[in-house]
């Protein structure tokens, strides 16, 4: 069965940094596109970044942009990792890494119902 295991949450003050990981179960991920979503308390699942599957191509949402950093490495049986930097308080949440096969294609990567599979999560806490 595939899986995807998220790892590196934890609790940090505002202004730090975590680097979260999320690693595939099958080297069949290399060929997937890669995201990362995440969900606050009483509030809906977000997109947060994405990555194509050769890594040449990444979005982020516009509140995590200039601080948050998606890269993968394809060498390590698809390794994603979210570098977060310049933590925030809001930034606080449940994160997720998600995958989609390349061929269904990039355009709609920014959506939850895009992505065939996901991970349990790793929780984020960023004290003021």
Do not use: H
Request: aromatic share 14%.
């Amino acid at each position: 069965q595939v899986q995807l295991v998220e790892s590196g949450g934890g609790l940090v003050q505002a202004g730090g940094s975590l680097r979260l990981s999320c690693a595939a179960s099958r080297r069949t991920f290399t060929t997937y596109n890669m995201g990362w979503f995440r969900q606050a308390p009483g509030k809906e699942r977000e997109f947060v970044a994405t990555i194509t599957w050769s890594g040449d191509s990444t979005y982020y949402a516009d509140s995590v942009k200039g601080r948050f950093t998606i890269s993968r490495d394809n060498a390590k049986n698809t390794v994603v990792y979210l570098q977060l930097n310049s933590l925030k308080p809001e930034d606080t949440a449940v994160y997720y890494c998600a995958a989609v096969p390349s061929y269904r294609g990039s355009g709609r990567l920014g959506y939850e119902g895009a992505y065939d599979y996901w991970g349990q999560g790793t929780q984020v806490t960023v004290s003021s």
